[in-house]
Every structure is written in structure tokens, then in C-alpha cells.
T-cell receptor, first 115, second 112 residues
Framework: DGGITQSPKYLFRKEGQNVTLSCEQN?????MYWYRQDPGQGLRLIYYSQIVNDFQKGDIAEGYSVSREKKESFPLTVTSAQKNPTAFYLCASSMTRLAGDGKQYFGPGTRLTVT | GQNIDQPTEMTATEGAIVQINCTYQTSGFNGLFWYQQHAGEAPTFLSYNVLDGLEEKGRFSSFLSRSKGYSYLLLKELQMKDSASYLC?????????????FGGGTRVLVKP
């Protein structure tokens, strides 16, 4: 079955530690995205990548880093510089805009709690 | 930049109809998406509008007016499982790639 996987579903860390969230897709999509969602709010874009070995900052990139070494994978590192890291993190992928409506498909999310 | 507004919460009765409005301001509109998100889960795609008019998909319909910067999602014959948040998202021509900007979401509560 094609889809997007994120692991783990729940993650707990102590303040001051970096943590990496994984995102893998087998949909053969070129573009991948990371969003953050806080309780009762919409999605805010952290980073996105349109092609392997290239990525751009979204609206709230400070305190986060990403890599895109393979088409299937787009891991997100939440660094100790991120002031409020506790949130629900969603990964998404899509075909490029020129290939259809370009709708984004989402993974199941990782709920990160930092204490 | 973009500004997307939708109501925070709506309540409706099972079997009824609910209309969720979304207004947006963008320098170069290039498509509007509606997603459904159950609590703690991933958003799932509902509809896409890029031209004016109504798109119907079973119990769900979505309408777009580009000149008014306005869309609505219509949910008919409401079922308890429709209790969820509904997210409006807009794509801008100027946005690199396929970037979407999301509204804050509308939480719909369906009561028996």
C-alpha cells in the first residue's frame, strides 16, 4: 500500500535535547513538507522540499532543521533552540503543482512532548 | 502574505446541513483545498476548487468565488462521524512549489 509513515506516534524528550522525527513516503512524490499544529489551531509550515538535496524554510523554521538526501525521506530535527517544541508534527507529500491539483497527502503525525 | 479566516466552531444536529465559510486574501490565487481532520489524526483531502462554482462529492460540496475571495464547504445529511475540524487552505501563484497556507480550522460538533 502506498502512503506516508511517521514514527514514532508519541515522543517524549527532556528540554535541551535535539530530537529527530522521521517521515517516509512511497508515493513517488517529489515534494515533501513539515507542519506544526498546536491545540485548536491550523497547520503552520516549517520546511518544505521540492526535490532531492533541496529544501526551503517555511513560515516558522527557527529552531528546526531538515535534510532531503533521498526522495522517499524527509527527516525533521527539532533542536534545543526551538523555544516551544511541544506540538503535533505532520509530514506531507505531493506531486508537483504541474502534475494535477497537487493535493498534499499527510502522514499520521508525531506528538512531541518536551518537559 | 495571505490571510485566511474561518469560524472557530460550529454545532449542528445529526441529519441537518452545515455550511463552513472561508474567506481569503491573496496576491495570486491558484487553488483552494478543504481537508477534514479528526482529533489527533492526519488531515484527509475533501475537495479542490480552482474555478468559480460548486463542486459536489456525495454529501460534501465546496463552492468558490474568486472575485469575492470566498469559499464554503457544505456538509449535508450530517452524521456523528462528521464531528471533526475542517481546514481551508489556499495556494498562491507566487508561492514556490506547491506551498499551501492553512486557516485555523473550524471544529464541527454534530449532536444527536
Amino acid at each position: 500500500d502506498g502512503g506516508i509513515t511517521q514514527s514514532p506516534k508519541y515522543l517524549f524528550r527532556k528540554e535541551g535535547q535535539n530530537v529527530t522525527l522521521s517521515c517516509e513516503q512511497n508515493l513517488n512524490h517529489d515534494a515533501m513538507y513539515w507542519y506544526r499544529q498546536d491545540p485548536g489551531q491550523g497547520l503552520r509550515l516549517i520546511y518544505y522540499s521540492q526535490i532531492v538535496n533541496d529544501f526551503q524554510k517555511g513560515d516558522i523554521a527557527e529552531g528546526y532543521s531538515v535534510s532531503r538526501e533521498k526522495k522517499e525521506s524527509f527527516p525533521l530535527t527539532v533542536t534545543s533552540a526551538q523555544k516551544n517544541p511541544t506540538a503535533f508534527y505532520l509530514c506531507a507529500s505531493s506531486m508537483t503543482r504541474l502534475a494535477g491539483d497537487g493535493k498534499q497527502y499527510f502522514g499520521p503525525g508525531t506528538r512531541l512532548t518536551v518537559t | 502574505g495571505q490571510n485566511i479566516d474561518q469560524p472557530t466552531e460550529m454545532t449542528a444536529t445529526e441529519g441537518a446541513i452545515v455550511q463552513i465559510n472561508c474567506t481569503y486574501q491573496t496576491s495570486g490565487f491558484n487553488g483552494l483545498f478543504w481537508y477534514q481532520q479528526h482529533a489527533g489524526e492526519a488531515p484527509t483531502f475533501l475537495s479542490y476548487n480552482v474555478l468559480d462554482g460548486l463542486e459536489e462529492k456525495g454529501r460534501f460540496s465546496s463552492f468558490l468565488s474568486r472575485s469575492k475571495g470566498y469559499s464554503y464547504l457544505l456538509l449535508k445529511e450530517l452524521q456523528m462521524k462528521d464531528s471533526a475540524s475542517y481546514l481551508c487552505a489556499v495556494r498562491d501563484l507566487a508561492a514556490a512549489g506547491n506551498k499551501l497556507t492553512f486557516g485555523g480550522g473550524t471544529r464541527v460538533l454534530v449532536k444527536p
